[in-house]
């Protein structure tokens, strides 16, 4: 006696084993664009990997560019330092200037230029120290620090050429708080060198206010003698 098949009897069809669901079809049509696209697909992935080996060199490139300036820096300074110690301003600058001749990286150039109006002051070539202080003033990528040091510094030269008006002005564009001890202090000290006492009474009171200031002592010292 033969067994009963007791599946039911259904064709290819109604299992739909001929007919490929929604997401079969989708990717039917993907895999029939890629091939028929594949030229421009491979145009494609190579142009990414171009752009890619590109901005990687780049990347080296600058890296390479500011590792070499850094060690021009290092360089630069260790010959000025050594020339410093041996009271050669001369050899100094000249040090300095052939790192400022190549210098991109503004933080190190700006160190430099300070350095470099430092020691033409000694040697008193005044208008060689403007020039590289106003150049650092008037920067467009200058911190606000090296910016006010740099007014410090120049007021400085300006008053030992007896440049009264530019000394105090280059004083009054200092622009942080920070920096008000120094600028009482350094007005007060112009006006006593002008005799102008009152006034430089009025600077030392208000920096004798401050507590906080390594100068504080120094201008209530100053207030009794003057008065």
Do not use: C
């Not at 230029?113 to 150049?135: F, H, I, P, T």
């Not at 200058?142 to 002005?169: H, T, W, Y």
């Amino acid at each position: 006696m033969s067994k009963q098949n007791n599946f039911p009897n259904h064709s290819a069809d109604d299992l739909n084993l001929n007919k490929p669901d929604r997401f079969q079809q989708f990717m039917f049509l993907m895999a029939d664009r890629i091939y028929r696209l594949r030229q421009r697909y491979i145009a494609g992935g190579l142009a990414v990997v171009a752009i890619g080996i590109g901005a990687l060199y780049w990347q080296e490139q600058q890296r390479l560019q500011m590792e070499t300036e850094a060690n021009l820096f290092y360089a630069s300074q260790q010959a000025a330092v050594k020339a410093a110690l041996q009271k050669k301003p001369e050899q100094e600058v000249k040090a300095l200037t052939h790192y400022l001749e190549q210098a991109n990286i503004t933080s190190m150039k700006i160190a430099s230029q300070l350095q470099v109006a430092e020691a033409q002051s000694r040697l008193k070539n005044w208008g060689d120290a403007e020039k590289q202080l106003k150049e650092i003033i008037l920067g467009n990528e200058v911190p606000d620090f090296s910016r006010n040091m740099a007014r410090l510094n120049l007021s400085a030269v300006m008053e030992v050429q007896g440049k009264i008006d530019e000394a105090r002005k280059y004083l009054l564009q200092l622009d942080n708080a920070r920096w008000d001890d120094l600028r009482l202090r350094n007005l007060a000290r112009i006006s006593l060198n002008q005799n102008k006492k009152e006034e430089a009474s009025g600077y030392l009171s208000k920096l004798s206010e401050m507590k906080d200031s390594p100068f504080q002592q120094e201008a209530e010292d100053l207030l009794r003698q003057i008065r």
